[in-house]
């Protein structure tokens, strides 16, 4: 969790070369609205002392009464960060760094120090060819929240692979690049050829990690000023450590976009994926082989192919200092290190607002369920939101509130069930005049 952070990341697409009324963002190569587009922002450095407190802390363990863990604690937090954005003539680059330590008071074994890197560069190689790269990579030990459309954030952070469900309070690295080239052939058709690395790794050795890539290209063009319709392409390849077995997908669809207002946007896509995974599971075995060596199960090599839909749907209104949106999408994923390849089905909203004078209020909610067709097979899903505000107190001083809750089901695997939750308030140091920004 950030306490405190200031700016989010400028990962900058193609569309931060548009015109101050250009085209509708176009939803399957990432980008956040249009109408979110920002001036260049100066960096800006912060730091945060919070006190917390935090339930349904878990690791992968059970306690003495061979239940799950399920501890609670009051603590203290420290955050730090930087974030900015800088324009050359042909350049535009966006970093966000930040930082925190957590501590607990009487549960010790879960202190921890989270970083998170972020990097967005989009150059304009001619006239008419741009490329764009994403880079995000971090540690983190409480990944329970999730992704946020904001003002400062010309890319929609759903479209990354930071992790953001993992069950267990367990350390957690990851690291993802996504690379684009855009040929811009004329004012109305335009076509994306991306590649896209990532890779998760979990210090338990009871989950899994997972490395991937993907190809992407898509076709679009612009049916009016208003409304841009395409294609496109992709596939994609997850590889699990520590077990047998592997994913791939490919996928089509057709895209529309729309901008409805020169603030309100609607953005969608719709297809198909074909699905084929391979893993490893047990099965009984016959019962004359069972009595003759002892055994009643052994393993064989499953392979599935199923079809699933690919589709995702955000309308977004932007302010002059927020945004409000919701958005609704059935896609694969590549679980959450107990679960692995996953059919899932999310919805989300959120509104962020920093114009009220001296305040600034965000909130956000999301609810996602997911079947399993990896190592393990089940239905499970989670559910939560944050609410967050903060308040100048005077030029560089910021008081700032914020409380996420998580709550985790499933009808297959009953201990599943858990609620999570994190409340922080405390003090942050910021240069400038603009209300602390939060997330």
């Not at 109408?35 to 917390?52: I, K, N, W």
Request: aromatic letters at 14%; proline letters at 3%; charged letters at 15%.
């Amino acid at each position: 969790m950030k306490w405190g952070q200031v700016l989010a990341v400028c990962v900058f697409g193609v569309t931060a070369f548009a015109q101050e009324y250009g085209g509708p963002a176009i939803l399957s190569r990432g980008e956040a609205p249009a109408a979110l587009s920002t001036p260049e922002v100066d960096f800006r450095p912060y730091v945060g002392f919070y006190a917390t407190y935090s339930s349904g802390l878990a690791n992968v363990s059970v306690n003495n009464d061979g239940g799950l863990a399920n501890a609670s604690s009051f603590g203290g937090a420290l955050s730090w960060g930087i974030s900015g954005t800088h324009s050359w003539r042909h350049t535009k680059l966006g970093l966000d760094y930040s930082g925190s330590l957590a501590h607990y008071i009487k549960q010790t074994a879960f202190d921890s120090i989270g970083q998170s890197f972020l990097m967005g560069l989009t150059h304009q190689l001619k006239r008419h060819l741009a490329l764009t790269w994403r880079n995000s990579l971090g540690i983190t030990s409480r990944a329970h929240g999730e992704h946020t459309l904001q003002s400062t954030l010309p890319f929609d952070p759903a479209s990354t692979y930071t992790p953001t469900t993992d069950f267990f309070d367990n350390r957690t690295m990851y690291a993802s690049s996504q690379f684009d080239l855009i040929y811009q052939k004329s004012a109305r058709l335009s076509f994306d050829f991306g590649g896209d690395g990532f890779v998760t790794r979990r210090r338990s050795q009871a989950l899994y990690g997972v490395l991937g890539g993907a190809a992407r290209a898509d076709m679009e063009y612009r049916w009016s000023r208003q409304t841009t319709i395409g294609v496109q392409w992709s596939y994609t390849h997850y590889d699990f450590t520590k077990i047998f077995g592997g994913t791939d997908f490919y996928g089509a669809a057709l895209n529309f976009n729309r901008r409805l207002s020169k603030q309100l946007e609607f953005s969608m896509y719709g297809g198909f994926y074909r699905v084929e995974s391979k893993f490893i599971e047990e099965v009984p075995i016959d019962p004359t082989i069972a009595a003759l060596l002892g055994i009643s199960t052994g393993t064989r090599v499953a392979h599935n192919i199923n079809y699933v839909p690919n589709a995702s749907a955000r309308l977004s209104r932007a302010f002059s200092k927020g945004v409000a949106y919701a958005s609704a999408g059935r896609t694969i994923t590549p679980g959450n290190g107990l679960f692995l390849t996953s059919i899932a089905t999310s919805v989300l909203g959120g509104y962020s607002y920093n114009g009220i004078r001296r305040w600034t209020i965000a909130m956000s909610g999301a609810y996602s369920t997911a079947e399993s067709v990896g190592n393990i097979r089940g239905k499970y899903s989670a559910e939560g939101g944050i609410v967050s505000f903060s308040r100048a107190l005077g030029k560089m001083v910021h008081f700032s509130f914020d409380w996420t809750i998580q709550q985790y089901s499933s009808p297959t695997f009953a201990k599943y069930n858990r609620l999570v939750q994190t409340a922080g308030i405390g003090i942050a140091f910021a240069p400038g005049d603009v209300p602390l920004h939060i997330w």
